[in-house]
């Protein structure tokens, strides 16, 4: 399960974050697209030859984007959490960095840190 990718938020993510069998796995881009990338519709709503469309002129135009250095010190790097608090706290002291990670990614590990929590206190849950 993939938290965030390069993609995300309109391919302004710093961040590739999923959970694997060896922990929650962080990896930091070491460059950033930059240029006008046009928004996908979305797919559900959207009229099929509308949205192939749309999804064309967006997939050539992040292929055109020029690729630049982030200039961080943890460009390129990859970290390895073992559980989600400690993934939290990866995420989190890259954002204040200032890498670019989209709020739901935060919030999400947040809410399955209480979940979890909830489970190993024995309490039920909807």
């Known amino acids: 399960m993939s938290y965030c990718r390069w993609s995300s ?3 302004k ?3 590739y974050c999923y959970k694997s069998s060896e922990g929650y796995v962080t990896h ?3 460059g950033k697209r930059i240029g006008q990338i046009p928004e996908v519709p979305n797919i559900l709503t959207t009229p099929p030859d ?4 749309a999804y064309k002129e967006h997939m050539d135009a992040v292929g055109k984007s020029e690729l630049v250095p982030i200039g961080f010190p943890e460009d390129g790097q990859s970290f390895n ?3 989600l608090e400690s993934f939290l706290e990866t995420v989190k002291s890259l954002k204040a960095i200032g890498y ?3 709020d739901y990614v935060i919030e999400e590990i947040q809410e399955e ?5 909830r489970l190993d206190s ?5």
């Open 13 to 15: 993510c710093d961040l």
């Open 28 to 30: 930091v881009a070491a």
């Open 122 to 126: 024995g309490e039920v849950t909807d």
């Open 50 to 53: 509308e949205w192939i469309k």
């Open 113 to 117: 840190i209480v979940a979890g929590s």
């Open 81 to 83: 959490d073992p559980d």
């Open 100 to 102: 670019h990670v989209p």
């Open 9 to 11: 938020d309109n391919w």
